[in-house]
């Protein structure tokens, strides 16, 4: 169990610093309809992956609860949703395709504030990984480890993308292959970390499980909606960004149920 409870924490990591990788054998920045299409993708996993892996699961864990069923759910999910708008807030980052920093002022270079933007992102997927296989340690939160494995095998997917969305335009701003591939890598890093203390947290307050399912879920719909749609929508060809979260839905409903 301790190996396969380490593979979980590190596939979505692994899917970032992959992706990262492509600086090395890509000559040129990322085609901006490829770019579309892949932020289209990582929304679609992230917005399945919220309501399978993360949702469901929190309500069917309440069923107690009868017609209330929803009550922590809706709690959860608005403490993510809240908890993310104050870190959006506070924590200066740079949008890819943007020129206004958002978040608290600082002098921080345009390259760092994009490695924050996306560190900010890969909080709550962290913390839905983590939370996820904490309810499945703890025997007692219906989750399985097909469950587990899906969310993290989803993520690390949707991952791989957004290590190349990072990675590339930072060598593009003048970063050498190896430190553009470094950043990228660290922006990845925050969710093993995240994933572990959510983990030792939810260990201590497994009847919280339907909170911190959803808060999870809340915080990573804050992302999708705030930040990747926006950039999947904006000028010519939104379509394209459409189909690929289509597809990103599908494969994470898919493997959630196929795994689960």
Same mark, same amino acid.
């Given at each position: @169990?301790n190996?396969?409870?380490? &593979?979980?924490?590190m596939? *979505? ?17 990322? /085609?901006? #309809?490829?770019?579309?299409a %892949? ?6 996993? +992230?917005?399945?992956a919220s ?8 309500? /069917?864990?309440?069923a107690?609860?009868?017609? &209330?069923?929803? !009550? *922590?759910s ?6 993510g949703?809240l908890?993310? %708008?104050? &870190?959006?807030s ?5 949008h890819l395709?943007t /020129? ?16 924050l ?5 890969n909080? *709550?997927?962290g ?5 996820? =296989?904490?309810?499945? &340690? ?10 587990? !494995?899906?969310?993290? !095998?989803?993520?690390a ?19 050498? #292959?190896?430190?553009? =591939?470094? /950043? ?5 890093a ?5 994933? %572990?203390?959510t983990?030792?947290?939810?260990? @201590?307050?497994i009847?919280?499980? *339907? =909170? ?7 915080? +990573? @719909? =804050? ?8 950039e @999947? ?11 690929m ?5 599908t494969l994470? +409903?898919?493997?959630?149920?196929? %795994?689960?």
């Open positions: @169990m190996i396969q409870f380490f &593979l979980g924490l596939i *979505p990591f692994i899917g970032t610093s992959a992706g990262s990788a492509c600086v090395f054998f890509m000559k040129k920045q990322l /085609d901006f #309809k490829v770019e579309r %892949l932020i289209g993708f990582a929304s679609g996993v +992230m917005v399945a309501i399978w892996s993360l949702l469901i699961p929190a309500m /069917d864990q309440s107690e609860l009868g017609k &209330l069923a929803f !009550l *922590p809706v709690i959860g999910f608005w403490l949703i908890f993310l %708008l104050f &870190l959006d506070v924590i200066p980052h740079l395709n /020129d206004e920093p958002e978040g608290i002022k600082s002098r921080l270079k345009k390259t760092t504030m994009m490695v933007a996306v560190t900010l992102h909080i *709550p997927e913390m839905a990984v983590g939370v996820v =296989y904490a309810g499945y &340690l703890s025997g007692s939160a219906n989750i399985t480890a097909g469950g587990a !494995l899906a969310l993290a !095998l989803g993520i997917i949707q991952n791989f993308p957004e290590g190349a969305i990072i990675s590339m335009p930072l060598h593009a701003e003048g970063s050498s #292959k190896s430190k553009a =591939y470094l /950043d990228g890598v660290l922006s990845g925050v969710e093993p970390l995240g994933a %572990l203390l983990i030792l947290a939810a260990g @201590m307050v009847p919280a499980m *339907p =909170y911190l399912l959803s808060f999870a879920a809340g915080a +990573m @719909m =804050y992302v999708v909606v705030e930040e990747l749609i926006p @999947m929508s904006q000028g010519e060809h939104s379509n394209i960004g459409v189909t979260f289509a597809v990103g839905f994470m +409903m898919t493997l959630d149920v196929a %795994l689960g």
